[in-house]
């Protein structure tokens, strides 16, 4: 089955710098790769998602990078902001099928300091 | 816009007792999945449902049983509760469709087992 591998597991920044976290998955089948925040106790919410027929994605301060060949994707924030301390789970799935169950990172601790 | 309902939102229960979540995807979604969480990991899917069948199983108990109904809302049942089933319980619905990847989280269920 796939295995998503997430790094690093805390990040701290100082507000206004950029952030990135990094993962890699294992199922070459793999084709739809969206990243979630989730605050403590909250449900997990989608803030970009990637297809595998793209190679970058960005939404304002936001940006997702993938490469197909490496299996390997990324998350970019710039311009951070205390509001965005949370934890940052990528996943993987093949969308298009029922077998479409999102397979997590193990997450990252991001903090902001103002 | 309608979103993923969840309920109970909170359940405390005892070793060995059962439990029932509940799960009201958004409308004309098809799938449904459920995922636990416990404290400080990632989501692991339990189990989906496609159109009212069973689509995918992941690491659910055997104590563990699910369906989803005519009406499209899913129940997660739980026997012989133990400690260690302690998490959040999350519901998320999808629909399979052309440009359908995305899975929308409800709220969570959050059982607690003493």
């Known amino acids: 089955g796939e295995n998503v591998e997430q790094h690093p597991s805390t990040l701290s920044v100082q507000e206004g710098d950029s952030a990135v976290i990094k993962c890699t998955y294992s199922?070459?089948?793999?084709?739809?790769f969206p990243w979630y925040k989730q605050e403590l106790g909250k449900r997990p919410q989608l803030i970009i998602d990637?297809?595998?027929?793209?190679g970058e994605k960005k939404d304002q301060r936001i940006a997702v990078t993938l490469n197909k060949t490496a299996k390997h994707f990324s998350l970019h924030i710039t311009e951070t902001q205390p509001e965005d301390s949370a934890v940052y789970f990528c996943?993987?799935?093949?969308?298009?099928?029922?077998?479409?169950?999102?397979?997590f990172g193990q997450g990252t601790i991001l903090t902001v300091h103002p | 816009a309608a979103g993923v309902i969840q309920s109970p939102r909170h359940l405390i229960k005892e070793k060995r007792e059962t439990a029932t979540l509940k799960c009201y995807p958004i409308?004309?979604?098809?799938?449904v999945y459920w995922y636990q969480q416990g404290p400080g990991q990632d989501p692991q899917f339990l189990i989906s449902?496609?159109?009212?069948?069973?689509?995918d199983k992941g690491s659910i108990p055997d104590r563990f049983s699910a369906q989803q109904f005519s009406d499209y809302h899913s129940e997660l049942n739980m026997s012989s509760l133990e400690l260690g089933d302690s998490a959040l319980y999350f519901c998320?619905?999808?629909?399979?469709?052309?440009?359908?990847?995305?899975?929308?989280f409800g709220p969570g269920t959050r059982l607690t087992v003493l």
């Open positions: 998320a619905s999808s629909f399979s469709g052309l440009g359908g990847d995305e899975q929308f």
């Open positions: 199922d070459s089948a793999s084709n739809y």
């Open positions: 990637i297809r595998s027929n793209v």
């Open positions: 996943a993987a799935s093949i969308s298009g099928t029922s077998y479409g169950k999102l397979t």
């Open positions: 409308p004309r979604h098809d799938t």
């Open positions: 449902f496609y159109e009212k069948m069973q689509s």
